[in-house]
């Protein structure tokens, strides 16, 4: 059975970090791109962020670039987003999802496998 489980959410002041984390279970985590996503009521679910082995590479939406950090360890099934500096409007849900691609053109509807989501809230 496929599972994604996030965990590290948690309320922050502006300009604190969190690391999130994705651990997987049902598939074999190198051979799936994960990205993180997040989404505010009444949007469509944004990228953040996607770690690909297939590709080598990670992927940064402008808003969180040069902030967040994606990273994995296979060997664990998770798959990381450290988040620096963090901002009032990086408050929301915090979901990450998996497919069996590279990151390219990475979106929600790409994602095969999807988290139930943890909740990020940085106040002022």
């Known amino acids: 059975q496929v599972q994604l489980v996030e965990s590290g959410g948690g309320l922050v002041q502006v300009g604190s970090s969190l690391k999130l984390s994705c651990t997987v279970s049902?598939?074999?985590?190198?051979?799936?791109?994960v990205g993180w996503f997040r989404q505010v009521p009444g949007k469509e679910r944004e990228g953040v962020s996607c770690?690909?082995?297939?590709?080598?590479?990670?992927h940064y939406a402008d808003s969180v670039q040069g902030r967040f950090i994606i990273s994995r360890d296979n060997d664990k099934r998770t798959v990381y987003l450290q988040m620096n500096n963090l901002k009032p409007e990086d408050t929301t849900v915090y979901y990450c999802?998996?497919?069996?691609?590279?990151?390219?053109?990475?979106?929600?509807?790409?994602?095969?496998?999807w988290g139930r989501g943890t909740q990020v809230t940085v106040s002022s």
């Open positions: 999802g998996a497919m069996q691609r590279s990151c390219s053109g990475y979106t929600a509807r790409s994602m095969d496998y």
């Open positions: 770690n690909s082995c297939t590709d080598c590479g990670s």
């Open positions: 049902g598939f074999t985590l190198e051979d799936y791109a």
